[in-house]
């Protein structure tokens, strides 16, 4: 069974609605609102100028994304152990990081979404 849809698409967690809201990448259009996705061939993207608003403002706006192929599966439990987690905060971190080793995270194999943790297979 093939479970790859072939649809790059970019994902933040929606403070408004407490889910994660699926932009088509090419498009830009919100075209779900999802608990949880999974991603393959992804990278970890945040405006600068964005963050660099919410530093000024002090209030949160959308400037980060992930982006990647959407996957119709989940992971399993086992493959889950095998996941990294990653975090970004705009007022610690210029970028997504590891959450153990502070290291910046920019791209990945696989990243499974649920609410607002971020899990990541870096591959090889």
Do not use: W
């Not at 990448?25 to 061939?41: P, V």
Request: glycine residues 4%; proline residues 2%; contains cysteine.
């Amino acid at each position: 069974m093939d479970n790859k849809s072939n649809h790059k698409v970019a994902i933040y967690y929606n403070l408004h609605k407490r889910c994660l809201s699926v932009k088509d990448h090419r498009t830009g259009r919100i075209i779900a609102h999802e608990q949880s996705l999974l991603l393959e061939n992804v990278l970890f993207k945040v405006s600068q100028k964005g963050r660099e608003r919410v530093l000024r403002e002090k209030r949160k706006n959308v400037h980060a994304f992930i982006i990647g192929d959407k996957i119709l599966a989940i992971p399993t439990e086992l493959e889950l152990k095998q996941y990294r987690k990653a975090k970004y905060n705009p007022y610690l971190y210029e970028n997504f990081v590891d959450i153990d080793s502070g290291q910046e995270v920019l791209q990945a194999q696989k990243v499974f979404c649920i609410g607002k943790s971020i899990f990541y297979l870096k591959g090889d």
